[in-house]
């Protein structure tokens, strides 16, 4: 490989000096690109058929804003008098569990042809 002179070398950065794209650092402009649609699930307390209308509805939110993200919401009761026991009778986490649960409902959301990732949150 041969290397340009200077001059050549100089012409060159200048001409890819404003093929650079301008990302704008600020929440808003991150937003507009990738906009985040939230799903608060009650994975426990919900009928199946409820669960398959909401994910329906998700999927066509998502359909119509290109970009955009998943952030499934799911809240896991607690005491708040007394102490919670964060196992199963199985000895399992409730909270691992409900994780599970909430990655299983999100999971057909994914196989529609939706890039990216589900984000979550349990709690």
Do not use: F, Y
């Not at 964060?86 to 994914?110: C, E, T």
């Amino acid at each position: 490989m041969v290397r340009g002179g200077v001059l050549q070398v100089a012409r060159r950065w200048l001409a890819a000096l404003g093929a650079e794209p301008v990302v704008e650092a600020n929440a808003s402009a991150q937003a507009v690109r990738s906009p985040i649609v939230m799903a608060a699930i009650d994975i426990i307390g919900a009928d199946p058929d409820l669960l398959t209308a909401v994910r329906n509805s998700v999927q066509r939110l998502l359909a119509t804003e290109p970009g955009s993200r998943l952030a499934c919401v799911a809240v896991l009761r607690t005491n708040r008098v007394a102490m919670d026991e964060p196992l199963d009778k199985d000895g399992s986490s409730k909270h691992v569990n409900l994780l599970v649960q909430l990655k299983h409902w999100a999971r057909p959301v994914l196989r529609a042809g939706r890039p990216g990732r589900v984000e979550q949150d349990g709690g």
